[in-house]
Structure formats: C-alpha cells, structure tokens
C-alpha cells in the first residue's frame, strides 16, 4: 500500500466515494461518513447533484462551446461519467489533464486514463495550493494558446483562506486564453440553499477527518468569477444549473467564460 495513505483517519476523496455508492473506502471513511449524514442527511444529495452537473456542464461546454481541453482538479476517485468520459462521448478528441493530492487517487489513476484513441488523458498528483506547478504539470498535455475548462467541483472549499482561493482561481485563468470557462462547485451555509444544517455536519468534520473544509457564502463563491461573464443561469444550487430534477442541494455551481 502507498505509505501515503492513512487509514486511522477518514479522507474527503475516499468519504465522497462512499456517498456517491463508491467501493474505495475504508471503515473509518464509513464511520465518519455515516455520522456526517447524520448531522446533515442530505449530504448524499449534494454528492449526487455535484455529478449529474459535472455531467450537464462538461457535455455543454464539449458540444456547444467547443471546448476540446479540461484542466480537472480535485478530480476524485473514478466513479461513473468522470469527465474524460463526458467529454469524449460528445468529442473524442478531448484532452484531459486531472490533479488530485490524495494518495488513494493517485493509486486509481489508472482507471482514470483509459482515453479514447483520438484523445487524451494524464493524471498529476499535485496539491491546489500550486496553481503554478499544475499549470506547469498541464503544458504537456494542453496547448494553452487553445481554450481550457478549468473545473474546481468541490475542492476550493478546502483552501480555507477566502483570498488565497481567490488568488488560485486568478493564477489558473490567467494561464489560459479567450474563449476558456471556469466551473466551480462550492458548499454553502446560505439559507437560500437550505445551507444551516451544514454547520455542525462541517464542525464534525474538521475536527474528526481531513483536509479540513469551509463554506463561503454567495458573495464570496460570486467573486472567483470576478472579470468572468457567467453562463445562463448564473450563480445558483448546482442542482439547479439547467436542470429542474432532484431537490435543491446547499451547493453553489456556476460557469464563467473568460472574455
Ligand atoms: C469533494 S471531492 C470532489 C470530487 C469531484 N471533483 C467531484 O465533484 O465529484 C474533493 C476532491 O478534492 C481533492 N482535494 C482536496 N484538497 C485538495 C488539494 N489541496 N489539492 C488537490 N486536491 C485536493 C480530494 O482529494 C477529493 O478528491
């Protein structure tokens, strides 16, 4: 087993697994998965809700926004529909780069880089901290003369200092030209979401599992799209981003187009 892997204490990518029906977990990762639901039962929602719009916005941008690169980070463990296989479905040509920092990722990347022939896909381990190495880390793979989706789904909630966040997000599209889209998932505490019962399943987590987590609020999610124009509908629960199904999750999703 990678020694980086620690088993006495549960981690985000293993316990998101468990929530979406995944297999790759361990029995601290269930526990602690278990008694987060139990704090705030939609949890489960949420999960589900982030992967049905990681699906609806990558066929989006691959079919009417032509994108043909995605710079993935905080990739997760492979489920059902990960991105490569969203975007190659409509355009099999796609690249794919995906970043990851947990150790058990790295272990299933494999499964991560099975592309279609015409495409291509890469895993970098690599923390979100860096923005810089990952773009480094992406030159490879993605022409960054050429329009890129960069995708954050879930993962800026775990760079706790609001400005630091904001600073990732700059570097990243900074890195890349007109015409490229940035797509974030976020959880929230807003009541309009039905965010209050996140509180305490969050207070739980941070003081039980790692990495530790934060919630932002609207105006703090709408601000890493600063100098962005959002698609239709704008800021809203991800469970709602073009979609009336399922029930409204506290978790902010947005695309922005860089101009
Ligand atoms: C909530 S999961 C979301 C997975 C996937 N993006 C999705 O939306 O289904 C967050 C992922 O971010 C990763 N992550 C957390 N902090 C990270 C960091 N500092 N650098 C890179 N990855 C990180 C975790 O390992 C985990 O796989």
């Not at 526990?31 to 939609?42: E, K, R």
């Not at 923390?127 to 480094?136: F, Y």
């Not at 960069?150 to 600073?167: H, P, Q, R, Y």
Request: charged share 25%; proline share 6%.
């Amino acid at each position: 087993m990678n020694d980086r892997i620690r088993t006495d204490i549960a981690h985000n990518a293993r316990v998101w697994n468990y929530w979406l029906g995944g297999k790759d977990n361990y029995p601290v990762d269930r526990a602690v998965g278990d008694q987060v639901t139990g704090f705030y039962p939609s949890i489960g929602e949420v999960a589900r809700a982030d992967r049905a719009f990681l699906g609806r916005v990558v066929t989006h941008l691959a079919a009417e926004a032509d994108l043909r690169q995605f710079l993935d980070i905080g990739t997760g463990l492979p489920t059902a529909d990960n991105t490569h296989e969203v975007a190659q479905r409509v355009a099999p040509d796609a690249r794919i780069v995906y970043v990851d920092n947990d150790p058990i990722v790295l272990t299933h990347a494999r499964a991560l880089l099975t592309s279609a022939p015409e495409g291509v896909t890469e895993y970098v381990d690599a923390d979100a901290h860096d923005p810089e190495r990952i773009v480094a880390a992406s030159l490879g793979t993605l022409d960054l003369s050429r329009p890129v989706a960069v995708m954050m789904l879930g993962i800026l909630n775990f760079v706790l200092d609001t400005d630091e966040a904001g600073s990732i997000v700059r570097t990243l599209m900074a890195a890349v030209p007109s015409g490229s889209h940035l797509v974030l998932t976020h959880p929230t505490l807003e009541p309009e979401l039905g965010g209050e019962g996140n509180k305490a399943a969050m207070d739980f987590w941070n003081e039980n599992a790692t990495p530790p987590i934060t919630a932002r609020t609207r105006e703090e999610f709408t601000s890493f799209f600063d100098g962005l124009d959002l698609l239709e509908p704008g800021i809203v629960s991800c469970s709602r981003w073009r979609s009336e199904e399922g029930p409204v999750v506290a978790q902010f999703g947005a695309v922005g187009r860089k101009p």
